[in-house]
């Protein structure tokens, strides 16, 4: 997608050198500054993706399946490559995509001679990346069919509310939740994103206006207490998300704040305004292996210090952080929540759109 008017990846692989690195555009740094940030070790691979340099479901797995390519520069063992797919797999609990690109990444290795293995890892990891680009894209695709009847129904602009960042920046290329955004902008169909901000790391705040911005798609940034003020009133006429795990009886996991604003789509239809609530999500990010995701997914707690200090840019342009808790307070981060599927409208993936009870036909 763009940035200041050029395309870019989240991630991609740079042979330029003697030894071959990884390039991301460092997260952490956004919306203030702009930044490629150089990655050479499975180390520093873990350690971006702990601190969220690269975060968002499908780019984790991503970034992990890159992550075995860098450790196969340092040996092509059997025993190297699991403790390295161990670790990578330790790094971010619940997005279910990691696990997944690192069992992937294995898969190809582990059945080749040592010798042809640090190639293959790098073509593969490669692989994993463009295939994101492609369900994108479907998913993009799908879901504007939902943006395309509700503008054909109302003829006006269609109202879209979504939470924490699943655009591009979330992915590879295109997004999941706004990628049908995206498609619907693209194909002259007025739309304006409602973009909670997602407290404690402000990703919609910092990541999804970024990102909206600099594709021109008309958007407010809400605190994340405004959703359910915003559906009540008739101001929102869908609400899609990401996710970092999707069960195979359609309750989604994704970042903590989800579940109410799933809640007031919900409570919608007592008003009259019926607000559906759609998941996109690639394949990769469904796990067949477990049903009730409020007991079996393993939520990450992440450090308190993300809430209790804000970053931001002062008045004279430099980047600082600031304490807003009382010293000594004690915190609470969980990371994520599950959306049970009762109350999820679709899902929408890169076979079409389904309803939490006909996902399971995904795998025919
Ligand atoms: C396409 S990304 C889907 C999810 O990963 C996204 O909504 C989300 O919750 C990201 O959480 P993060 O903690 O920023 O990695």
């Keep these: 997608m763009l940035v200041n008017h050029e395309q870019?990846?989240?991630?991609?692989p740079n042979f330029e050198h003697a030894q071959p690195c990884v390039e991301i555009i460092d997260q952490t740094k956004l919306p203030h500054v702009f930044e490629v940030a150089s990655l050479t070790t499975l180390?520093?691979?873990?350690?971006?993706?702990k601190t969220m340099q690269v975060r968002g479901a499908p780019l984790i797995g991503a970034a992990a399946a890159y992550g075995i390519a860098l450790s196969t520069l340092d040996s092509c063992a059997d025993r190297h490559l699991q403790q390295s797919a161990e670790q990578l797999i330790a790094s971010r609990?619940?997005?279910?995509?990691l696990r997944w690109a690192v069992q992937r990444m294995l898969s190809a290795l582990l059945?080749?001679?040592?010798?042809?293995?640090?190639?293959?890892?790098?073509a593969e990891a490669a692989l994993i990346c463009d295939e994101d680009v492609q369900l994108n894209q479907a998913i993009g695709k799908h879901g504007l069919t939902l943006i395309h009847a509700q503008h054909q129904q109302k003829a006006r602009t269609i109202?879209?509310?979504t939470h924490c960042n699943?655009?591009?920046?979330?992915?590879?290329?295109?997004?999941?939740?706004?990628?049908?955004?995206?498609?619907a902008h693209n194909a002259g169909i007025h739309v304006h994103v409602w973009v909670g901000e997602t407290r404690?790391?402000?990703?919609?705040?910092?990541?999804?206006a970024w990102e909206l911005g600099q594709h021109g798609v008309p958007h407010t940034v809400i605190s994340d207490n405004a959703g359910g003020h915003l559906m009540q009133q008739g101001q929102v006429d869908m609400v899609i998300v990401g996710a970092d795990r999707v069960t195979a009886a359609g309750d989604v996991c994704n970042k903590i704040g989800t579940y109410l604003k799933a809640l007031a789509a919900f409570d919608s239809v007592a008003l009259g305004h019926h607000v559906p609530f759609y998941a996109a999500v690639p394949s990769p990010t469904i796990d067949w292996n477990i049903e009730d995701g409020v007991k079996s997914i393993e939520i990450e707690e992440r450090d308190a210090e993300e809430l209790s200090w804000m970053s931001g840019k002062l008045s004279d342009g430099t980047i600082a952080s600031v304490n807003i808790l009382p010293h000594g307070t004690q915190v609470a981060n969980p990371a994520f929540d599950v959306t049970p599927a009762r109350l999820v409208t679709g899902i929408i993936t890169e076979r079409g759109v389904f309803t939490p009870q006909q996902l399971r036909t995904m795998q025919r």
């Excluded at 870019?8 to 991609?12: E, K, L, P, S």
């Excluded at 609990?93 to 995509?97: D, F, I, K, L």
């Excluded at 059945?111 to 790098?122: C, E, K, N, V």
């Excluded at 404690?200 to 999804?208: V, Y």
């Design 8 to 12: 870019y990846r989240t991630i991609w």
């Design 111 to 122: 059945r080749l001679p040592d010798a042809q293995r640090q190639s293959a890892a790098w």
């Design 43 to 49: 180390a520093q691979m873990i350690v971006a993706i």
């Design 93 to 97: 609990p619940t997005a279910v995509n």
């Design 159 to 161: 109202n879209i509310l």
């Design 200 to 208: 404690p790391r402000n990703q919609g705040a910092s990541l999804t």
């Design 166 to 183: 699943a655009g591009w920046l979330a992915t590879v290329d295109f997004g999941t939740a706004l990628a049908p955004i995206y498609a």
